[in-house]
């Protein structure tokens, strides 16, 4: 799923080919993308865009009519931009028509989770902010104050868009490797020194990848957006050594998503129960991260 760095340069790259563009017509191919039925897609024609902006990980084009284009990516969707007028053929699930090229909305696999909503007004957009504070844009006191708001895992409050906006399952293994904290410790146990640390890790990290990506863009376009990186630490990194201690990644697997960290680094060499495998395992399931070699 595209988080905070992605949706950053997404929407530098589209404030520099639409920002002020009239949006010439706006095509829906999937029924099943819009998830709004009071504000009709028409709203939008001939409106030109007003701003980019950010919604967490949302996407908002807005219009100077007063009308927001919200577009959640969700794991598999993506934009593409392309410098040449839509053919009417163009299965994308949504297609916006500028005047000197056009924006196309794909997703890959066969669920389909990216969603549209078309709003008019401050008010209506304001109602689907979850509310989560930017880490870029706030003090420490902020931020640890906001931490040990709720009672959670670090893995967990750092991925609630209710607490920390933009930040999701990939940022969140690497942040806290950075911070060399373990995912499931909880927020209220947290010293003061590690809220700190965490603070730091957080803003150094997503400040890093978004300069990373800015460079991939090449005042273009992304040329690849993936929660898999090579040059990351952890995340989508199960086996292979840690970038610190050579120790290899490890992994917890639950639901659709997984956390991955270094033992090591981590969680004083111990290695988590991973609620499948361990229970599999039982006696066998290795207790720390020397077991393993």
């Known amino acids: 799923m595209p988080e905070l760095p ?33 504000v009709p897609i028409s709203a939008a024609e001939g409106s030109r865009v007003r701003s980019i902006e950010r919604l967490g990980k ?30 009417p053929r163009d299965r994308a699930l949504a297609v916006l028509e500028f005047e000197h090229g056009h924006i196309a909305l794909t997703e890959s696999g066969s669920r389909r989770r990216a969603s549209l909503h078309i709003v008019q007004g401050s008010d209506a957009l304001a109602a689907l902010d979850p509310g989560g504070l930017d880490v870029l844009a706030i003090a420490p006191e902020r931020f640890v104050a906001q931490l040990r708001s ?17 930040i999701g399952n990939a940022y969140s293994d690497e942040i806290l490797h950075r911070a060399r904290l373990s995912p499931f410790v909880q927020t209220a146990k947290l010293s003061d020194a590690d809220a700190l640390r965490l603070y730091d890790a957080t803003r150094a990290t997503l400040g890093e990848w978004i300069e990373r990506l800015r460079a991939e863009a090449n005042r273009d ?7 898999f990186r090579p040059a990351m630490a952890v995340h989508g ?8 201690c050579g120790a290899p990644v490890q992994r917890i697997v639950y639901a659709e998503n997984e956390t991955n960290y ?23 399931w290795p207790r720390s991260i020397d077991e393993l070699g």
């Open 6 to 38: 992605d949706i950053v340069v997404y929407q530098e790259c589209l404030e520099r080919k639409i920002a002020g563009a009239r949006l010439v017509r706006a095509r829906i191919n999937d029924p099943f993308l819009l998830r709004t039925a009071t």
């Open 58 to 87: 949302r996407i908002v084009i807005a219009l100077e009519n007063g009308v927001f284009l919200v577009f959640h990516l969700m794991i598999a969707g993506r934009l593409h931009w392309r410098a040449r007028p839509a053919s």
């Open 262 to 284: 270094c033992a090591r680094c981590q969680t004083g060499g111990k290695v988590l129960a991973d609620r499948t495998l361990s229970r599999l395992l039982k006696a066998s």
């Open 221 to 227: 376009w992304p040329p690849k957006v993936t929660a």
């Open 237 to 244: 990194r199960f086996g292979k050594p840690c970038p610190v």
């Open 150 to 166: 709720s009672s959670h895992t670090l893995k967990r409050a750092l991925t609630d868009p209710h607490l920390f906006s933009g």
